[in-house]
């Protein structure tokens, strides 16, 4: 009988610790989830800032440029249109925008300059 409860004893103890080893693995599982969705969500607001701080340059070098904005609008060339990556495919998603400034810019432009 006294063996009996022994091993029963030791089962309980190992079933316990095992319990406990779960329960701590999940606990971790549940903190780097968290602390990479954070990292992630920090990640994507600074990429979001880096693309609208590209696009206000791009915007201001093409306004500074008048000789680039004719020939964006002319269809010569498109030396503003900047591929981005997106999902693996290709787009110009600015490309409107840059042409409108340039339009602008070159309407204010003087003769010949």
Known sequence: MLQLASALTEKWRVA?????RVQD????????????QRSNARLADANEQ??????????KAAAANPATC???ISGKSSPLEVPTSQGGELRSE????KVKAC???????PPGG
């Open 50 to 59: 880096l693309a609208l701080q590209a696009e206000r340059a791009d915007k």
């Open 103 to 109: 339009a602008e810019h070159v309407a204010k432009a």
């Open 94 to 97: 600015t490309f409107s925008a």
């Open 25 to 36: 693995l999940e606990t971790l599982v549940e903190l780097s989830t968290d602390a990479l």
């Open 16 to 20: 316990e610790v095992a319990r406990r």
């Open 70 to 72: 004719h020939r964006a």
